[in-house]
């Protein structure tokens, strides 16, 4: 094999891990299910879809702010 097949093979590779790659790249709470999801349906093109769009959501869950009021009454 050429070069140039290797460069293909890597980039066409590198295309197929690109929502798991962004979810990586944005410490996405849930990545490693974006990895799983990519890797085993990322085939169908709609599991990549998938996988896609959930990469791009929120990165962190929303925090929940608990004020705790010690003053005696």
């Given at each position: 094999?050429?070069?140039?097949?290797?460069?293909?093979?890597?980039?066409?590779?590198?295309?197929?891990?690109?929502?798991?790659?962004?979810?990586?790249?944005?410490?996405?709470?849930?990545r490693?299910?974006?990895?799983?999801?990519?890797?085993?349906?990322?085939?169908?093109?709609?599991?990549?879809?998938?996988?896609?769009?959930?990469?791009?959501?929120?990165?962190?869950?929303?925090?929940?702010?608990?004020?705790?009021?010690?003053?005696?009454?």
């Amino acid at each position: 094999m050429s070069i140039w097949h290797w460069i293909v093979t890597l980039f066409l590779i590198g295309m197929y891990f690109l929502p798991a790659l962004i979810a990586f790249s944005r410490t996405h709470h849930q990545r490693v299910a974006i990895l799983l999801l990519n890797l085993f349906l990322g085939w169908t093109g709609l599991g990549w879809i998938g996988a896609l769009v959930w990469s791009a959501t929120a990165s962190a869950p929303a925090q929940q702010v608990v004020i705790v009021d010690r003053r005696s009454t």
